[in-house]
Nanobody, 125 residues
Framework: QVHLAESGGGSVPSGGSLRLSCTVT????????LGWLRQVPGKEREGVAL???????VYADFVKGRFTISQGNAKNTLYLQMNNLKSDDTATYYC???????????????????RGQGTLVTVSS
């Protein structure tokens, strides 16, 4: 059973940085599509960044140039480096993966499912 566990959230001032981590366990295949989604209470969950099985990265327009998604060498940890944070980035961030084991998500956030509890990021202006 696939399990994702996020960590690294916290409170930072506007312009600050945080790095989120996600421990990934349970996949049989080593190459998978993984990503980060976020949600603010009262709003729909939205895609932030994804890393497809071939290494292709996709970023939402509102984080391009500020956030970087990456994977550890052992591919069991997913990271999201967030720089120049803005108050609008305040949200609960979720690590997400496809429902299937191995393969592409066709660079589409809609193919990602949240599996963890999320980690709260608060950016003060």
């Amino acid at each position: 059973q696939v399990h994702l566990a996020e960590s690294g959230g916290g409170s930072v001032p506007s312009g600050g940085s945080l790095r989120l981590s996600c421990t990934v366990t349970g996949f049989t295949y080593s190459t998978n599509c993984l990503g980060w989604l976020r949600q603010v209470p009262g709003k729909e969950r939205e895609g932030v960044a994804l890393l497809d099985d071939d290494g292709t990265t996709v970023y939402a327009d509102f984080v391009k140039g500020r956030f970087t998604i990456s994977q550890g060498n052992a591919k069991n940890t997913l990271y999201l480096q967030m720089n120049n944070l803005k108050s609008d980035d305040t949200a609960t961030y979720y690590c997400a993966a496809t429902a299937w084991d191995g393969g592409s998500c066709r660079q589409d956030f809609r193919h990602l499912e949240v599996r963890g509890q999320g980690t709260l990021v608060t950016v003060s202006s």
